[in-house]
């Protein structure tokens, strides 16, 4: 069955880096665009960003822009966040999630990993 | 940016009264509407996409309707299970979520 699973979080300070990574399986990950999305605790979801199959087009939220990068490794089947100049904003669950493929659907979401947690604090 | 207003933000219902969540949009999009349901501590699940189409093994008691930039949730018979934040989303323009509305027990 689909299985995606995040790992890297952690308490980190702010201005500090942390990489996420999202190992797939159950799928043929390099058919699918995959992405981030987050919820600070409390709060609702966020979109963050997005990576086409081919890893060449990618997109992010204004809140993240220039800071984070997503990518993949399609012979890894695994997503990746690099998220660098860390601020407390950023403190939140980090899912990845799968883009449903088919014209007829659009984008949206079809499954998501557990979550792993992302602290900025000094 | 198209921004997404659920409401209510909270409900207080009983196991088998009909429950209606309304999303609003800030401007068309068209049927690019889906709705998720997220449990403490779990990840969302999709319930319905392109504002009316059941996703796969979700029970029948859940629909969705709407266009433009007015959409609906019902749940026609809520069942124990179903206490849980429903978020709507657009994916129009890049993706957006509504805040949630928690459906909680009367």
């Known amino acids: 069955q689909v299985q995606l699973v995040e790992s890297g979080g952690g308490v980190v300070q702010p201005w500090r880096s942390l990489r996420l990574s999202c190992a797939v399986s159950?799928?043929?990950?390099?058919?699918?665009?995959m992405h981030w999305v987050r919820q600070a605790p409390g709060k609702g979801l966020e979109w963050v960003a997005v990576?086409?199959?081919?890893?060449?087009?990618?997109y992010y939220a204004d809140s993240v822009k220039g800071r984070f990068t997503i990518s993949r490794d399609n012979s890894k089947n695994t997503l990746y966040l690099q998220m660098n100049s860390l601020r407390a904003g950023d403190t939140a669950v980090y899912y990845c999630?799968?883009?449903?493929?088919?014209?007829?659907?659009?984008?949206?979401?079809?499954?998501w990993g557990q979550g792993t947690l992302v602290t900025v604090s000094a | 940016d198209i921004q997404m207003t659920q409401s209510p933000s909270t409900l207080s219902a009983s196991v088998g009264d009909r429950v209606t969540i309304t999303c609003r949009a800030s401007?068309?999009?068209?049927?690019?509407l889906a709705w998720y349901q997220q449990k403490p501590g779990k990840a969302p699940k999709l319930l319905i996409y392109?504002?009316?189409s059941l996703e796969s093994g979700v029970p029948s008691r859940f629909s969705g309707s709407g266009s433009g930039t007015e959409f609906t949730l019902t749940i026609s018979s809520l069942q124990p299970d179903d206490f849980a934040t429903y978020y709507c989303?657009?994916?129009?323009?890049?993706?957006?979520f509504g805040q949630g509305t928690k459906v909680e027990i009367k």
């Open positions: 999630a799968r883009e449903m493929r088919g014209d007829s659907s659009g984008p949206v979401f079809d499954d």
């Open positions: 159950g799928f043929t990950f390099s058919d699918y665009a």
């Open positions: 990576i086409w199959s081919d890893g060449i087009n990618k």
């Open positions: 401007q068309s999009i068209v049927t690019w």
């Open positions: 392109k504002a009316s």
């Open positions: 989303q657009q994916y129009n323009t890049f993706w957006t």
